[in-house]
């Protein structure tokens, strides 16, 4: 079956400190393989996406993400996160979403 | 030129109710999708539309679950006889034909069964 998993459901951060979301997925077809987020009150947006080439990705506001094809995952990071990063990340692989991780940055 | 959107934004009703949530994508999208956005559960994919294509619908929870899409364009996501558990966020999204490319979402309709 298809699924991805998304290991932290709430994680809270400092200002300055690095993030890092875990995201592992089972799929049988071509990896299409996306992070969108949902800052509060707002749509969800993409934030990075990775089809093919470079495993390494960068998306907006300094987040990057490493496709590693043999542990099945895409984890998200970012070195310093702000506090304008407090929203709600998703992990997805075409259309199958994970069950999100809500991030709170404290000011 | 507008983004996706959808309505009602919200919608409230009593238990055995049918309700229409209704979906414009944005002009051009070939592809269009309807999730369940429940707390604590993520989003849950329902149903999936590309071009002429027979719609994938094997997200949807149940047969009182049904969606069309008309022309190629707006969808309808119908919920037949509804029940508490169907409260949720329902969101609909669209994207260019290519499996690469990112979806846009709308603003998403709260339905609320009471």
């Known amino acids: 079956a298809q699924s991805v998993s998304q290991h932290n459901h709430h994680v809270i951060l400092s200002e300055a400190a690095s993030l890092e979301l875990g995201c592992n997925y089972s799929y049988g077809g071509t990896v299409n393989l996306f992070w969108y987020v949902q800052y509060p009150g707002q749509h969800l947006q993409l934030l990075l996406k990775?089809?093919?080439?470079?495993?390494l990705v960068k998306g907006i506001k300094g987040f990057e993400a490493e496709f590693i094809k043999s542990k099945f995952s895409f984890n998200l990071r970012k070195p310093s996160v702000q506090w304008s990063d407090t929203a709600e990340y998703f992990c997805?692989?075409?259309?199958?979403f994970g069950t999100g991780t809500r991030l709170k940055v404290l000011a | 030129g507008a983004g996706v959107s959808q309505s009602p934004s919200n919608k409230v009703t009593e238990k055995g109710k049918d309700v229409e949530l209704r979906c414009d994508p944005i002009?051009?999208?070939?592809?269009l999708y309807w999730y369940r956005q429940s707390l604590g559960q993520g989003l849950e994919f329902l149903i999936y539309?590309?071009?002429?294509?027979?719609?994938?619908k094997s997200g949807l929870p149940s047969d009182r679950f049904s969606a069309e899409r008309t022309g190629g364009s707006v969808s309808t996501l119908t919920i037949q006889r509804t029940q508490q558990e169907d409260s949720a966020v329902y969101l609909c999204a669209s994207k260019a034909r290519a499996d690469y490319n990112e979806q846009f979402f709308g603003p998403g309709t709260r339905l609320t069964v009471l």
């Open positions: 990775y089809f093919s080439g470079d495993p």
């Open positions: 002009s051009g999208h070939t592809a």
């Open positions: 997805a692989v075409t259309h199958i």
């Open positions: 539309f590309q071009g002429n294509s027979a719609p994938d």
